[in-house]
């Protein structure tokens, strides 16, 4: 018996033996590809030595001789940190997931494809100006030189991503940055979905009235009535598809809902309302988080003088931050630069659709599709006048499909003259507002609102190509239309002239959270479809709340936590509710439902991380508007999955008879909107109970709202989920300025999963005083330091400096890379 103990304490001692072998084996091939910021390397297409010199945060300071050798050392910085993300990025746009993650991403490859946005790329690259090209050129060069040390030094393959997924890595080209941002426009875009969606929505209601109740319009627009879409398609909705994976459902999709569709937040003071006398301007762009974030810190030394900003890897521009003269920020502007159309096959001719002139054949190209430890597939992508034909899977096409037809979609970023990047370098270049509005003239794709400061202006200007529509185009890009009328298609682009403009405005204050920006008629209206009918209301009382403002006071408007929404809700929908004068005994649905109530009538809407209310609040509009809704919408209620305040506030105001929505259709007796919110309550208060416990005195809503920034590819896999993701305890909810879009998806429908992911805030009285701060930290490497150290700083509401001064960035670096020349 002593013998096989002995044994089997050998074996175990031989096992433990091994597995330490292993994990050391393992960190070490891993760690090979952790970057060395302290080195001199000969490259060759440089011509004279480049310095990166990375600060104390580890963003790159980059100093060339030449525009040109800065843009070499800006990819070769960007190759450092976030290869395996760059590399991500490319294949997804390219449609080419499948090759490295098998049948899993195979729809999104097949989508992504039929839009043929990496060809339309490759041929906006000679669109650009001299200069782009020259920069795009020398960023290639430079992501190549790392490419090249990676395999020549043997450094684990650049990222330990690439151990794991082996595939080959081809050369970046100029093409790939162009590439990368047609992605971005497929991230930010919601009107083709929202479209969709307008339609099945008037199939699903049998009052065509309620219509506007569910998917309202943004107070202050005059919009006329609509077609119903059965008049315009009698035979929409007898076509259904089996049940499918969303599109939308993988990590690494591009594809979007509606309600992460984009969103941001910017304003700027002129220096009459500074109290340095210098401009202000202050920007916090909102996207899907991840780890790493999108957003990566750079500086860049140009001829015209140095940038520094949020970058994105794989494009060499700063997109977002200022230079000694000029600030710049990006909101999303909701222009409606996507149209649905309806085509009609020929019933003797599947192959030819109608157009005004009569029947056409389909522009056709195949493409075949490579995937992993499978055959290939071979798809038949089909172009109508009007843009690609789109698989009835996509958002549900299918559904609002009549038989004999397929759909197809216009949009701006199908342009294969997308001179974007020129308007972005130029931006960079400007010494003015007035040169980087004149920048802002090539934009094309995705539409922004651009914000810009220099020492005396502040203005506003929404950049982006903007579709020409007919007066008469008959569902006025709201729903789909029929393509072959010829009132329905484009007729081109507006001038530069016709995008909304706003310059030194007497108030001396400009902003936006994604909220209308102006009322025009049909078809220079912008859109329908607003990001924001919230945040406005309380940016603009902060606005209004000082004469003058500060760097700091900026700030506290970016971390400003109060939910108008909140406040404007609860007295509606609580007004019956708040005083019974009833007494319920302890432990009684009825005693717990008082305290709720209790909780939320002493609250001021702050939707503060360590406070019960939030969560009571959150959870009851989510069960209200489920109650609300269900009956009538069926199925498409799961569409409607983050409360909407314009649609409640319509229920509960009694607009227009929107409060046929509280009466469950199902049920003899008639319910009020009072019976819904009470059983609403109810709801959500079992529901808390089930999830976190009865005592509601303690909930914390930021045990609810974890902002979840998970490694896109490594973030499901077991124990090595707990290296690669960063979970954070956070305040701020769906309309607050400091923004935490959550889920909206059981079984943690409150998790934030989208906000911001960079802020800066920018001070042209002192410039050196200006700051910024990412989501996460520089580095994609999660065995790297850098990896998540911003994260904390970030969730706190920390900054960290911004300054072009070149001693400020020596003066406690983390490393100096030199690059030469070889001779």
């Given at each position: 018996?002593?013998?096989?103990?002995?044994?089997?304490?050998?074996?175990?001692g031989?096992?433990?033996?091994?597995?330490?072998?292993?994990?050391?084996?393992?960190?070490?091939?891993?760690?090979?590809?952790?970057?060395?910021?302290?080195?001199?390397?000969?490259?060759?297409?440089?011509?004279?030595?480049?310095?990166?010199?990375?600060?104390?945060?580890?963003?790159?300071?980059?100093?060339?001789?030449?525009?040109?050798?800065?843009?070499?050392?800006?990819?070769?910085?960007?190759?450092?940190?976030?290869?395996?993300?760059?590399?991500?990025?490319?294949?997804?746009?390219q449609?080419?997931?499948?090759?490295?993650?098998?049948?899993?991403?195979?729809?999104?490859d097949?989508?992504?494809r039929?839009?043929?946005?990496?060809?339309?790329?490759?041929?906006?690259?000679?669109?650009q100006?001299?200069?782009?090209?020259?920069?795009?050129?020398?960023?290639?060069?430079?992501?190549?030189?790392?490419?090249?040390?990676?395999?020549?030094?043997?450094?684990?393959?650049?990222?330990?991503?690439?151990?794991?997924?082996?595939?080959?890595?081809?050369?970046?080209?100029?093409?790939?940055?162009?590439?990368?941002?047609?992605?971005?426009?497929?991230?930010?875009?919601?009107?083709?979905?929202?479209?969709?969606?307008?339609?099945?929505?008037?199939?699903?209601?049998?009052?065509?009235?309620?219509?506007?109740?569910?998917?309202?319009?943004?107070?202050?627009?005059?919009i006329?009535?609509?077609?119903?879409?059965?008049?315009?398609?009698?035979?929409?909705?007898?076509?259904?598809?089996?049940?499918?994976?969303?599109?939308?459902?993988?990590?690494?999709?591009?594809?979007?809902?509606?309600?992460?569709?984009?969103?941001?937040?910017?304003?700027?003071?002129a220096?009459?309302?500074?109290?340095?006398?210098?401009?202000?301007?202050?920007?916090?762009?909102?996207?899907?988080?991840?780890?790493?974030?999108?957003?990566?810190?750079?500086?860049?030394?140009?001829?015209?003088?140095?940038?520094?900003?949020?970058?994105?890897?794989?494009?060499?521009?700063?997109?977002?931050?200022?230079?000694?003269?000029?600030?710049?920020?990006?909101?999303?502007?909701?222009?409606?630069?996507?149209d649905?159309?309806?085509?009609?096959?020929?019933?003797?001719?599947?192959?030819?659709?109608?157009?005004?002139?009569?029947?056409?054949?389909?522009?056709?190209?195949?493409?075949?599709?490579?995937?992993?430890?499978?055959?290939?597939?071979?798809?038949?992508?089909?172009?109508?006048?009007?843009?690609?034909?789109?698989?009835?899977?996509?958002?549900?096409?299918?559904?609002?499909?009549?038989?004999?037809?397929?759909?197809?979609?216009?949009?701006?970023?199908?342009?294969?003259?997308?001179?974007?990047?020129?308007?972005?370098m130029?931006?960079?270049?400007?010494?003015?507002?007035?040169?980087?509005?004149?920048?802002?003239?090539l934009?094309?794709?995705?539409?922004?609102?651009?914000?810009?400061?220099?020492k005396?202006?502040?203005?506003?200007?929404?950049?982006?190509?903007?579709?020409?529509?007919?007066?008469?185009?008959?569902?006025?890009?709201?729903?789909?239309?029929?393509?072959?009328?010829?009132?329905?298609?484009?007729?081109?682009v507006?001038?530069?002239?016709?995008?909304?403009?706003?310059?030194?405005?007497?108030?001396?204050?400009?902003?936006?959270?994604?909220?209308?920006?102006?009322?025009?008629?049909?078809?220079?209206?912008?859109?329908y479809?607003?990001?924001?009918?919230?945040?406005?209301?309380?940016?603009?009382?902060?606005?209004?709340?000082?004469?003058?403002?500060?760097?700091?006071?900026?700030?506290?408007?970016?971390?400003?936590?109060?939910?108008?929404?909140?406040?404007?809700?609860?007295?509606?929908?609580g007004?019956?509710?708040?005083?019974?004068?009833?007494?319920?005994?302890?432990?009684?649905?009825?005693?717990?439902?008082?305290?709720?109530?209790?909780?939320?009538?002493?609250?001021?809407?702050?939707?503060?991380?360590?406070l019960?209310?939030?969560?009571?609040?959150?959870?009851?509009?989510?069960?209200?508007?489920?109650?609300?809704?269900?009956?009538?919408?069926?199925?498409?209620?799961?569409?409607?999955?983050?409360?909407?305040?314009?649609?409640?506030?319509?229920?509960?105001?009694?607009k227009?008879?929107?409060?046929?929505?509280?009466?469950?259709?199902?049920?003899?007796?008639?319910?009020?909107c009072?019976?819904?919110?009470?059983?609403?309550?109810?709801?959500?208060?079992?529901?808390?109970?089930?999830?976190?416990?009865?005592?509601?005195?303690?909930?914390?809503?930021?045990?609810?709202?974890?902002?979840?920034?998970?490694?896109?590819?490594?973030?499901?896999?077991?124990?090595?989920?707990?290296?690669?993701?960063?979970?954070?305890?956070?305040?701020?909810?769906?309309?607050?300025?400091?923004?935490?879009?959550?889920?909206?998806?059981?079984?943690?429908p409150?998790?934030?999963?989208?906000?911001?992911?960079?802020?800066?805030?920018?001070?042209?009285?002192?410039?050196?005083?200006s700051?910024?701060?990412?989501?996460?930290?520089?580095?994609?490497?999660?065995?790297?330091?850098?990896?998540?150290?911003?994260?904390?700083?970030?969730?706190r509401?920390?900054?960290?400096?911004?300054?072009?001064?070149?001693?400020?960035?020596?003066?406690?670096?983390v490393?100096?890379?030199?690059?030469?020349?070889?001779e």
């Amino acid at each position: 018996m002593a013998g096989l103990f002995r044994w089997l304490l050998r074996i175990a001692g031989g096992m433990i033996v091994l597995a330490v072998v292993a994990v050391a084996v393992l960190y070490f091939l891993l760690s090979r590809s952790l970057p060395d910021y302290d080195k001199t390397l000969s490259v060759e297409g440089i011509t004279a030595p480049v310095e990166i010199v990375r600060d104390n945060a580890n963003v790159p300071h980059i100093f060339g001789q030449s525009d040109r050798d800065t843009f070499y050392g800006l990819g070769y910085a960007h190759a450092q940190d976030r290869l395996w993300q760059m590399v991500m990025l490319r294949r997804t746009v390219q449609g080419r997931l499948s090759e490295v993650f098998g049948p899993r991403t195979v729809k999104i490859d097949k989508t992504l494809r039929r839009f043929g946005l990496y060809r339309l790329a490759r041929e906006s690259v000679e669109a650009q100006d001299a200069r782009t090209r020259a920069a795009l050129d020398a960023y290639a060069a430079g992501v190549n030189a790392r490419l090249q040390e990676i395999n020549t030094e043997a450094l684990g393959r650049g990222a330990p991503e690439m151990f794991i997924f082996n595939a080959p890595v081809a050369p970046w080209q100029p093409a790939d940055s162009i590439a990368i941002i047609k992605l971005m426009a497929v991230q930010l875009s919601s009107h083709l979905e929202n479209e969709v969606l307008h339609a099945r929505a008037s199939l699903a209601l049998d009052d065509p009235e309620r219509l506007k109740d569910i998917m309202p319009v943004a107070p202050g627009s005059g919009i006329a009535a609509l077609p119903e879409y059965a008049a315009l398609f009698p035979h929409a909705g007898e076509t259904r598809m089996a049940q499918a994976a969303d599109v939308t459902d993988h990590p690494l999709s591009p594809f979007k809902k509606r309600a992460f569709a984009g969103a941001s937040n910017a304003w700027a003071a002129a220096p009459a309302r500074s109290a340095s006398g210098g401009t202000l301007l202050a920007n916090d762009p909102h996207l899907g988080f991840s780890a790493p974030a999108i957003w990566y810190l750079a500086r860049l030394e140009l001829e015209t003088g140095g940038v520094i900003g949020g970058t994105i890897p794989g494009v060499p521009a700063v997109m977002t931050g200022r230079s000694a003269k000029v600030g710049w920020a990006v909101t999303s502007s909701y222009m409606d630069d996507q149209d649905l159309y309806i085509e009609k096959l020929n019933p003797e001719n599947p192959q030819e659709y109608l157009t005004p002139e009569g029947y056409k054949p389909f522009r056709t190209e195949r493409s075949i599709i490579r995937i992993k430890d499978m055959d290939p597939v071979t798809l038949t992508l089909r172009w109508t006048e009007n843009g690609p034909v789109l698989p009835g899977s996509h958002y549900d096409l299918a559904e609002v499909t009549p038989p004999g037809h397929v759909a197809s979609l216009a949009w701006t970023a199908l342009s294969p003259r997308d001179t974007t990047m020129t308007a972005a370098m130029g931006l960079m270049r400007a010494g003015s507002v007035d040169d980087a509005l004149e920048a802002g003239r090539l934009y094309v794709t995705p539409s922004q609102n651009l914000t810009l400061v220099d020492k005396d202006q502040i203005a506003m200007k929404t950049i982006g190509a903007m579709p020409r529509r007919h007066a008469e185009h008959e569902s006025r890009g709201r729903m789909p239309s029929r393509g072959w009328i010829r009132e329905n298609r484009w007729q081109g682009v507006s001038p530069f002239s016709a995008n909304p403009e706003f310059r030194d405005p007497a108030g001396g204050l400009l902003g936006n959270t994604n909220n209308k920006t102006v009322d025009r008629p049909f078809p220079l209206h912008v859109s329908y479809l607003w990001g924001d009918t919230q945040r406005v209301y309380r940016w603009r009382r902060l606005m209004q709340s000082r004469e003058v403002h500060t760097r700091d006071s900026f700030i506290e408007a970016q971390l400003d936590t109060v939910s108008f929404t909140a406040r404007s809700l609860l007295p509606l929908i609580g007004a019956d509710l708040w005083f019974t004068g009833e007494a319920a005994p302890e432990g009684t649905p009825q005693r717990q439902r008082q305290r709720a109530l209790e909780l939320l009538s002493e609250w001021n809407g702050e939707m503060n991380e360590h406070l019960p209310e939030p969560l009571i609040y959150a959870a009851w509009l989510r069960a209200l508007q489920e109650r609300l809704i269900r009956d009538d919408l069926g199925p498409l209620a799961d569409e409607f999955n983050h409360p909407d305040p314009l649609f409640i506030e319509r229920v509960y105001r009694q607009k227009d008879g929107a409060e046929a929505w509280c009466d469950v259709k199902q049920s003899s007796p008639v319910e009020t909107c009072t019976d819904i919110a009470r059983m609403a309550l109810d709801d959500a208060l079992v529901w808390i109970n089930e999830n976190y416990g009865t005592a509601l005195e303690s909930l914390r809503w930021g045990d609810a709202h974890q902002a979840t920034h998970d490694h896109k590819v490594l973030g499901e896999v077991p124990v090595l989920r707990y290296f690669v993701n960063i979970r954070q305890s956070t305040s701020g909810g769906d309309n607050t300025l400091l923004r935490g879009r959550t889920s909206g998806q059981d079984p943690d429908p409150f998790q934030n999963v989208h906000g911001a992911g960079y802020r800066g805030v920018y001070d042209f009285a002192d410039p050196d005083s200006s700051v910024f701060i990412t989501s996460t930290g520089q580095s994609g490497h999660f065995l790297s330091r850098h990896y998540d150290d911003m994260a904390q700083l970030w969730r706190r509401g920390e900054y960290i400096p911004m300054s072009l001064d070149p001693e400020l960035a020596r003066a406690a670096s983390v490393g100096v890379t030199v690059l030469q020349p070889v001779e």
